[in-house]
Each structure stands twice: as structure tokens, then as C-alpha cells.
């Protein structure tokens, strides 16, 4: 079993959606949460940042983190065109040996129609 | 501006052959990693450095070699003992102290 698995999608969604992308994990020890956007055949970039459990709001995107059942999500409101990406969850531990190391999701690739 | 700069965009390798990735930042960050990206795999973190002179095995170093002489630069090599080396590459790098990484655009090795 991987330790981060995410939904593989694809989804399509029309414009204006609300779109929800999710991933579960493990390993008890992650405390930061990311979400990076990935266009077609560009780098991925970071789009949301999140320590231990909560919510975070930044625009049109809400980064939820549960750490009791082990699962975070991303949420889009109003979805566009522009969004249309491939989205990919990654985490890293506090400390230790594994510092700064990210492990990601298999990434959900999303298209936004007209 | 700073970043993360990779070459080539696109490489072609022939059987047998070694080829070298280039991976350079202007960040001045401290630690970089070389990720392969495959078709429904992920990332998956080949090797990584948190200071120079000293790198340590990812998930899938096996076929692979890296080499940290200077903060700004960490090269890929990927050796013919890599049986499938199709795939997407990309750096990144992290400030220390910090979590989030910067990638660079990626450079796609198609073996020939």
C-alpha cells in the first residue's frame, strides 16, 4: 500500500463547479500538507500550504486537513477554464531523517469546460 | 528573477548510453531533489541533497547517479543500468527551514 493515495480521476467538470480533490494517507507522522497545480508539461507549483489539521481559504481554494481519519482535500469554487491541471497532494514529517522530504500523491488530472 | 532552471527541455538517449541532466538555482537554497514523474505513478524522489558534497538515495536511485560540487547545481546522470528511463524529470529545490519545494520545468528523456 502506497503511503499517499490520491484519486486518480480524471474529472471533467463544466464551468463554475465546485470541484473537490482528495487524498489519504498512513503514516500518522506527516504534519505538512501540500497541494501543488501541475500544467501540462511544466514543473508543478505550489498552490496550498498546510501545518497539522484545519482549514486554510486563499481565493477560490479551501485546503482542508483531518488528521483523525487521515484524509485531506482540496476544494475549488467557481471553477475555470484555467484551472484545468493535474493536481497533486504531498506531505512531509516534522523532523528526523525525513526533513523536507515530500511524498505525493499520484495526481488527479482536471478539466474545466466552457 | 530566481529559480530553477533544467536542460534540456527534451533529450533522446540511445541504448547503452549515459546522459546528464542539468538542474541549476539561483535561490540560494540549501537542499535540491530529482524527482521522476511517470503516467499515474506520482513523483517518485530519486535522490536528494541537503547541503553540498552530500547526497543521499530516494525511493528509485538504482540506475542513477548525482553529484552536489556546488550549492546552485545538482546534475542527474542517468546510466544504461536504468532499464526504463522514459519519463519526465524534475529538480526542485527547498529553502532550509522551509517545507514547500520550487520545481523546475522538467526536462523529458525518451530512450531512442
Given at each position: ?114 | ?12 538517449r540511445?541504448?547503452?548510453q549515459n546522459v546528464t541532466l542539468s538542474c ?8 535540491m531533489y530529482w524527482?521522476r ?8 524522489l530519486i535522490y536528494y541533497s541537503?547541503?553540498?558534497n552530500d547526497f543521499q538515495k530516494g525511493d528509485i536511485a538504482e540506475g542513477y547517479s548525482v553529484s552536489r560540487e556546488?550549492?546552485?547545481s545538482f546534475p542527474l546522470t542517468v546510466t544504461s543500468a536504468q532499464k526504463?528511463p522514459?519519463?519526465?524529470y524534475?529538480c ?17 528523456l525518451?530512450?531512442?
Amino acid at each position: 500500500q502506497k503511503e499517499v493515495e490520491q484519486d486518480p480521476g480524471p474529472l471533467s467538470v463544466p464551468e463554475g463547479a465546485i470541484v473537490s480533490l482528495n487524498c489519504t494517507y498512513s503514516n500518522s507522522a506527516f504534519q505538512y500538507f501540500m497541494w501543488y497545480r501541475q500544467y501540462s508539461r511544466k514543473g508543478p507549483e505550489l498552490l496550498m500550504y498546510t501545518y497539522s489539521s484545519g482549514n486554510k481559504e486563499d481565493g477560490r481554494f479551501t485546503a482542508q486537513v483531518d488528521k483523525s481519519s487521515k484524509y485531506i482535500s482540496l476544494f475549488i469554487r467557481d471553477s475555470q477554464p484555467s484551472d484545468s491541471a493535474t493536481y497533486l497532494c504531498a506531505m512531509s514529517v516534522a523532523g528526523g531523517t525525513s526533513y523536507g522530504k515530500l511524498t505525493f500523491g499520484q495526481g488527479t488530472i482536471l478539466t474545466v469546460h466552457p | 528573477d530566481g529559480g530553477i532552471t533544467q536542460s534540456p527541455k527534451y533529450l533522446f538517449r540511445k541504448e547503452g548510453q549515459n546522459v546528464t541532466l542539468s538542474c541549476e538555482q539561483n535561490l540560494n537554497h540549501d537542499a535540491m531533489y530529482w524527482y521522476r514523474q511517470d503516467p499515474g505513478q506520482g513523483l517518485r524522489l530519486i535522490y536528494y541533497s541537503q547541503i553540498v558534497n552530500d547526497f543521499q538515495k530516494g525511493d528509485i536511485a538504482e540506475g542513477y547517479s548525482v553529484s552536489r560540487e556546488k550549492k546552485e547545481s545538482f546534475p542527474l546522470t542517468v546510466t544504461s543500468a536504468q532499464k526504463n528511463p522514459t519519463a519526465f524529470y524534475l529538480c526542485a529545490s527547498r529553502l532550509q527551514g522551509g517545507y514547500g519545494y520550487t520545481f523546475g520545468s522538467g526536462t523529458r528523456l525518451t530512450v531512442v
